[in-house]
C-alpha cells in the first residue's frame, strides 16, 4: 500500500525515474524492471534516499568520534603521491574558498576522500554547492569546512558519488527552494530568511501536498483568528486539514468539519463570556511564538 505522504513527497520532487522505480519497489518488483540503464537507476535510487523513501537503507556514517583520525603526515603523504588528485583537489576547493586550507581542514578534506569515499569531482561540486547555498541565505561569508563535512556526510550516505547524482540531486534542490519561495510569496514574507522552524513548516506542507489556495485561506484564517502569521496555529488548521484529506480551498469550503467548540471567531467574543478553547488555544500558541 503507498501511502499518500509517499505519493506527495514524489510529486514534489518531480522526478519521474524516481517514481517509477519506487512504484516498482512497492509491487514487489526488482529494479531491473524500470528497465533504466546502471547510472540512470543509481541516480532514481539516490533520489528515494533523500526523500526517506528508501526504507532498506540506514545511514552508513557516523560523523562522531568514530570516524578516522587522520595526521599532518596523512595529508602530507597524499600530497606528495603522484597522481593522486588530492594535490588539485586541494587547489581547487581553496580557490573556491578564497583562501588556504589549514592543516586541520586538510584533515577535514581527507577525510571525504578516504573515509567517505567521494571522488574529487564530487567533492568539488559539493563545495560550490555548499558556497551558492551559504550565499542564497545571506551568510555573508564563506561555509566553513566543518559545514561543509556534515553536508558530505549527508551526500554521502544518500550515495550521491557521481557528477549524475549529484546533478540530480541539485535539481531537486532547486525545485525545493522555488517552492519555499512561492510559499514565501503566499505568506508575505520577503527581505529576510526563513529560520530553520519556519523552513521546517513550509516544507511539510509542501510534503503534505496542499494546493496554494489551501494554503492562503489558512493563512487568512490565521491572520483573523490571531491577528497575524501564528506558525503553530496554522500548523494545526492544516494538519486538520490533512486529517481529512483536503487539500483545496474548495474542498475546505465545502468537506471541513471544524473541532467542536471553535464555530466563534475571536472577533466576536463579548465581554464578560468565558473565552473558547481555540481562543485560548490560541492566546498560548501567540505567547509561545514570542
Not at 254 to 266: Q, V
Amino acid at each position: 500500500m503507498i501511502s499518500g505522504q509517499s505519493v506527495r513527497k514524489l510529486l514534489a520532487a518531480g522526478n519521474g525515474d524516481s517514481a517509477l522505480l519506487y512504484l516498482c519497489r512497492a509491487a514487489g518488483f526488482s529494479d531491473v524492471a524500470t528497465g533504466f540503464p546502471e547510472a540512470r537507476l543509481e541516480c532514481a535510487a539516490s533520489l528515494l534516499r533523500q526523500l526517506g523513501l528508501d526504507e532498506s537503507q540506514s545511514p552508513r556514517f557516523q560523523q562522531s568520534a568514530q570516524r578516522p583520525e587522520y595526521t599532518e603526515a596523512d595529508v602530507n603523504r597524499q600530497m606528495e603521491l603522484p597522481r593522486t588528485g588530492f594535490r588539485l583537489l586541494t587547489g581547487e576547493v581553496q580557490r573556491c574558498l578564497g583562501r588556504t586550507l589549514s592543516t586541520e581542514e586538510l584533515k577535514l578534506l581527507l577525510g571525504m576522500t578516504e573515509y567517505l569515499g567521494l571522488p574529487g569531482e564530487v567533492i568539488n561540486v559539493l563545495v560550490h554547492y555548499c558556497v551558492e547555498r551559504s550565499r542564497s541565505r545571506g551568510a555573508g561569508r564563506m561555509p566553513s569546512m566543518r559545514a561543509i563535512e556534515k553536508e558530505a556526510y549527508r551526500w554521502a550516505d544518500n550515495q550521491i558519488d557521481t557528477l549524475e547524482k549529484a546533478a540530480a540531486f541539485m535539481q531537486s534542490e532547486n525545485r525545493r527552494n522555488s517552492r519555499l519561495g512561492e510559499l514565501c510569496a503566499l505568506l508575505g514574507i520577503s527581505g529576510r530568511r526563513l529560520t530553520p522552524v519556519e523552513e521546517r513548516y513550509l516544507l511539510a506542507w509542501t510534503e503534505m501536498g496542499f494546493a496554494n489556495d489551501a494554503i492562503s485561506l489558512a493563512y487568512e484564517k490565521t491572520c483573523e483568528n490571531t491577528g497575524g502569521l501564528t506558525w503553530k496555529y496554522m500548523n494545526s488548521i492544516l494538519e486538520r486539514w490533512n486529517a481529512q484529506g483536503l487539500y483545496t480551498a474548495d474542498q475546505v469550503r465545502t468537506l471541513d468539519r471544524k473541532p467542536a467548540g471553535a464555530a466563534r471567531k475571536a472577533g466576536y467574543q463579548r465581554h464578560g463570556d468565558t473565552p473558547s478553547p481555540a481562543m485560548l488555544d490560541a492566546a498560548r500558541q501567540m505567547l509561545e511564538e514570542e
